[in-house]
């Protein structure tokens, strides 16, 4: 299964979201969001709910424990 960066970044992609967006969803800086595309930090639990409901997918396929959305 896949890593919670690869998913992260699958999923921004295809909702043609920038970083800068995701950031201010979170009210984060954007190099924190870039810090999770690469796999350096991972987000909290309630950014994970929040991406997890941007993006309309499980907890667990975002932190790739599932490959069912």
């Known amino acids: 299964m896949a890593e919670f ?9 295809e ?4 970083y800068k ?4 969803l979170l009210g984060i800086s954007v190099r924190a969001v870039q810090h999770y595309a690469s796999g350096d930090r991972f987000p909290d639990y309630h950014g994970l709910i929040t991406l997890s409901d941007y993006f309309g997918v499980s907890l667990d396929y975002l932190v790739g424990r599932s490959d069912n959305r």
């Open 21 to 24: 967006d995701i950031a201010n």
């Open 15 to 18: 909702k043609n979201a920038s």
């Open 5 to 13: 960066k690869d998913r992260f970044k699958e999923l921004k992609n």
